[in-house]
Nanobody
Framework: QVQLVESGGGLVQAGGSLRLSCAASGSIFSINAMRWYRQAPGKQRELVATVTSGDSTLYTDSVKGRFTISRDNAKNTVSLQMNSLKPEDTAVYYC???????????????WGQGTQVTVSS
């Protein structure tokens, strides 16, 4: 059984910083892409940032230059450093990863439970 557990959310003033972390555990043979999504109240879930197995990164336009995604393959973790936070960054942030549980298994998409980030103005 694979689990993703996020941590690091909270309340911060506009202009502040937060660092989100997500740890994958359980039966893991390999991890492909790892991502952070967010969902604000009344809005659709949005892809925020992606890091590939080769450490290439992609960001949605609204966070470019402010957020940095990184991964530690030895620890099966992915982090999101969020700087210069704005009230519009307020959302539940979800970790997502494409994980292959065993040598003979296929990749599947796994999700964390979400962590709340609230940015006050």
């Amino acid at each position: 059984q694979v689990q993703l557990v996020e941590s690091g959310g909270g309340l911060v003033q506009a202009g502040g910083s937060l660092r989100l972390s997500c740890a994958a555990s359980g039966s893991i043979f390999s991890i492909n892409a790892m991502r952070w999504y967010r969902q604000a109240p009344g809005k659709q879930r949005e892809l925020v940032a992606t890091v590939t197995s080769g450490d290439s990164t992609l960001y949605t336009d609204s966070v470019k230059g402010r957020f940095t995604i990184s991964r530690d393959n030895a620890k099966n973790t992915v982090s999101l450093q969020m700087n210069s936070l704005k009230p519009e960054d307020t959302a539940v942030y979800y970790c997502n990863a494409d994980i292959r549980p065993s040598l003979y298994g296929a990749y599947a998409s796994y999700w964390g439970q979400g962590t709340q980030v609230t940015v006050s103005s």
